[in-house]
Each structure stands twice: as C-alpha cells, then as structure tokens.
Nanobody, 125 residues
Framework: VQLQAFGGGLVQAGGSLRLSCAAS????????MGWFRQAPGKEREFVAT????????IYGDSVKGRFTISRDNAKNTVYLQMNSLKPEDTAVYYC???????????????????WGQGTLVTVSQ
C-alpha cells in the first residue's frame, strides 16, 4: 500500500482544513487507517483512527470534538476534517494503514505498516 497525504497549508486559528490521504493497492478496504502528527521537537502523536468499514472511530484527547476522520473505500481515500484549529495543532500530519482481519482500530503508531509522506499544517494566531 502506498499512501499520499495532501491538503495541508496555512490557516488562521479558528479555521478549518480537510486533509486527504489517497491509497494505492487493493487492500485499502481491508485496512484500518490512522492519522498521526508530529510537531517540531515533539514525539509523534495519535490523532484519529477508523475501522476498515468506517463504523468506528477513535480520537486523541487533544482533537476530540474538533476533528473528524472518515473514509471512502470506493475512492481508496481517508479524510481528516479539522475544525476550530488552534496554534498547537501545527504539525506534520501523517496518514497510516495496517491490514487487519477484523473491523478494529489501532491507536499505536508502531502497529501501522504503511505511512504517507506527511503534509504540513500551520495554524497562525
């Protein structure tokens, strides 16, 4: 699986962005998907994950209520809608995929097998 994330950019605090992650290959619909982020000088942080069917989502505490993860298996794409952005959301955002046998989620980065190249989100004051 190859992943390509895009949609990052510069936005003012309080604004919104939607990130997309396009996957190649035939296993997208068999994969749990996740979004992670890494700010300068900080460790990679879990943002959100979604089951292969899209029925279940889990969010990191820092984004809960503001971000929404979704997927379109027909388009091999996972999305991250980010609302009410804050300067502390500034980071490189990565999408990740892991093939799973069941409709489960994965919140730990080390459990993912495939990673996109990252897209930078900068939130100004």
């Amino acid at each position: 699986v190859q992943l390509q994330a895009f949609g990052g950019g510069l936005v003012q605090a309080g604004g919104s962005l939607r990130l997309s992650c396009a996957a190649s290959g035939r296993t997208f619909s068999d994969s749990a998907m996740g979004w992670f982020r890494q700010a300068p000088g900080k460790e990679r942080e879990f943002v959100a994950t979604i089951t292969r069917s899209g029925s279940t989502t889990i969010y990191g505490d820092s984004v809960k209520g503001r971000f929404t993860i979704s997927r379109d298996n027909a388009k091999n794409t996972v999305y991250l809608q980010m609302n009410s952005l804050k300067p502390e959301d500034t980071a490189v955002y990565y999408c990740a995929a892991v093939k799973v046998a069941f409709d489960i989620v994965k919140v730990v980065a080390s459990l993912y097998d495939y990673w996109g190249q990252g897209t930078l989100v900068t939130v100004s004051q």
